[in-house]
């Protein structure tokens, strides 16, 4: 690997464990100032809100300009998210600013290693960052949990400025206010990332002369044989996993009797199957045998509804690392099949814009789905549920869909699979 692949993944180390560790921060937020379930629930779609509204812009911003900027630029606006709710904005509107942030920050993360890296190495490239964000996601919320937790929260509240008022009075306030200095110091990394050689394109005068553009990009992405398999199944794994951050929360809850610090961790547990899993996959994995993985999402959706019997903590850590590994085996190689495709498409930029506007839109539908059932008095038992059988039903036909593109355009199918081969060495 290169030498600024390293750089890049300390920053997304760093970036990703200040995400995760504010997301539990934020739900005790909301649970301390006595906000009704449905809000907490929320913190996950509004997360994603500005994912879905800018994804026709960000990708062609990432093209624009280097992508280190604005990796850079993101790591500021995450700080301002933070800073909004640690200073009296509601916790939705100052996490969806967070969110902002993470929009911008993706497709230059990701981009940036098609432009620095030859595809014989994506493969290996998504698994090793993938399994650092896993890993960032592990500590993240292990951090945030005992930052809001009754060992660290009153060494937190006993710092202060001499002769200023910080208005920091609660644990949850402590805790985002430390999580701050870990974005400020990914924004550090982020002055080392490397430029590449990749010219770069510039944005139009209009900015909505790039809808058509990003539409045009959507349906590309959608029509190419493989493109369309690989990006049906992350839009899927990414819809339900991000909401299931917040469903093992309240399933913890309701099943064990856990605190927010305790349950914390059952969520760091299905990240350590998924950093597993994801190193697993970038070791075993080729790019031209991603579709294969498909079987593993199916049985994935049938674990989650096992969930529901299980009320025994040493029985569910176990359970829940197998099924976070099978998600870390299966998304590897078909996040990287999608960032081939679509660097070969639209350019690196565009293409995970476009990753990104599917794979949000979809935990933005969820998670308000999830909300207002919430809000209506669904219990996290049923939810485990629906998400288990919607996982199970939409992989069987992601696999069938596959089959009948191998049917009916056999030609086309092995050529892309060939251009995939080939790109290895």
């Known amino acids: 690997m290169k030498k600024g692949f390293y750089t890049i993944m300390s920053a997304q180390f760093f970036s990703s464990l200040a995400d995760n560790a504010l997301f539990v921060a934020a739900v005790e937020l909301l649970k301390t100032s006595g906000a009704e379930e449905w809000q907490r629930a929320a913190l996950v779609p509004m997360f994603a809100l500005f994912y879905v509204i800018l994804a026709p812009f960000v990708g062609a911003f990432a093209d624009a300009v280097p ?27 100052a996490y969806a600013i967070v969110g902002l942030g993470a929009a911008a920050y993706s497709p230059a993360k990701y981009g940036i290693l098609t432009e620095l890296l030859p595809p014989s190495q994506l493969v290996k490239a998504n698994g090793w960052i993938e399994g650092l964000t896993i890993t960032s996601i592990i500590l993240g919320v292990l951090l945030g949990g005992q930052l809001i937790g009754p060992h660290m929260a009153p060494y937190l509240l006993a710092l202060d400025l001499p002769g200023f008022d910080t208005g920091v009075d609660t644990p949850p306030e402590a805790a985002i206010a430390s999580i701050v200095l870990l974005y400020v110091l990914a924004a550090l990394f982020n002055l080392y990332i490397p430029r590449t050689d990749v010219p770069l394109e510039p944005l139009p005068h209009r900015l909505l002369a790039l809808l058509p553009d990003f539409m045009s990009c959507n349906r590309r992405l959608w029509r190419d044989r493989l493109g369309q398999i690989s990006l049906a199944t992350t839009t899927l794994f990414w819809g339900v996993s991000g909401n299931l951050r917040y469903i093992v929360l309240a399933w913890a809850a309701a099943a064990l009797g856990y605190t927010t610090t305790q349950a914390s961790s059952l969520v760091g547990v299905v990240a350590v199957g998924t950093a597993v899993g994801a190193v697993m996959a970038s070791m075993m994995m080729r790019l031209d045998h991603a579709p294969k993985v ?132």
């Not at 993101?74 to 916790?91: A, D, E």
């Open 294 to 425: 498909i079987p593993l999402g199916i049985t994935m959706g049938l674990l989650v509804v096992l969930m529901n019997g299980i009320s025994n903590v040493w029985v569910a850590i176990p359970f829940l690392i197998v099924l976070g590994g099978l998600g870390g085996f299966l998304v590897v190689p078909m996040n990287a099949l999608l960032q081939h495709r679509g660097h070969n498409l639209m350019g690196a930029g565009r293409s995970i814009a476009v990753q990104n506007f599917n794979e949000q839109t979809c935990i933005l539908a969820l998670g308000a789905l999830y909300a207002a059932f919430t809000r209506w008095g669904m219990t996290a038992f049923v939810a485990i549920t629906i998400f288990g059988v919607l996982v199970t039903g939409m992989m069987l036909l992601i696999g069938l869909w596959h089959r009948r593109n191998v049917r009916r355009y056999p030609i086309e199918v092995e050529h892309l699979l060939t251009i995939a081969r080939s790109d290895r060495h």
């Open 67 to 93: 992508k280190g900027r604005v990796m850079l630029y993101s790591n500021g606006i995450k700080v301002i998210g933070c800073l909004t709710m640690l200073f009296g904005t509601h916790p939705l509107a």
